[in-house]
């Protein structure tokens, strides 16, 4: 890590051997890929996302949607909700009521299990649309052409714009140069790093 840059808050600082390096807390980043640990060092510098106990992040663990509107949540400032989630299956005093009752009340989400699993397009539909809430210019990448991807025609109708616009902005990319894999999960590694494109980029 020597020389990378790292991140402390809003703040971008050298990363020298690790000591001002968020990321370097988690075992299972220490050794990760550029990406990836730069990604969540951004991430977790930020305080958008945070390790799943106090020397894990968990980078392989699939994101599911309570996790992604969490982050989503924080993301735009921690807003006050008008009512708490309505929903049975969110308790009143979890860390994700209050971004739940933030997603359905701004058409983010649409309440599905907060501890179901995001595909890969449906991620990318949950981005375009707090986009979208946030007044963010979603025009770049209409003209995108993803019809050159083999799996297109596996991507939901709902899901085309979002792969338009997030592939056309940059902050998607495909699995492999041929493949979306729309159907696929993410992981929370792959969340954090088309997160920090969409920070910088968008």
Request: proline fraction near 5%; hydrophobic fraction near 40%; charge should be negative.
């Amino acid at each position: 890590l020597v020389g990378r840059d790292s991140y402390i808050g809003s703040s971008k600082v050298p990363a020298i051997g690790g000591e001002y390096c968020p990321a370097d807390q988690f075992v299972d980043i220490r050794n990760s890929i550029p990406m990836i640990h730069e990604a969540v060092d951004y991430m977790v510098g930020m305080g958008y996302m945070n390790g799943m106990d106090a020397s894990h992040f968990g980078p392989n663990l699939e994101l599911n949607r309570a996790m992604m509107v969490t982050i989503l949540y924080r993301i735009a400032g921690s807003p006050a909700v008008e009512a708490d989630s309505t929903f049975a299956d969110v308790p009143a005093d979890v860390f994700y009521t209050a971004p739940v009752a933030w997603a359905v009340e701004n058409g983010i989400s649409d309440g599905s299990p907060p501890g179901a699993s995001v595909t890969r397009q449906q991620l990318v539909t949950l981005l375009y649309r707090y986009a979208v809430l946030m007044g963010y210019d979603v025009s770049v990448g209409e003209d995108t052409n993803i019809l050159s991807y083999d799996d297109i025609f596996s991507v939901s109708e709902y899901a085309i714009p979002a792969f338009q616009w997030a592939c056309g902005a940059g902050v998607v990319n495909g699995t492999t140069e041929s493949t979306l894999s729309p159907l696929g999960t993410a992981t929370r590694a792959q969340f954090a790093v088309m997160l920090q494109r969409f920070c910088e980029k968008v």
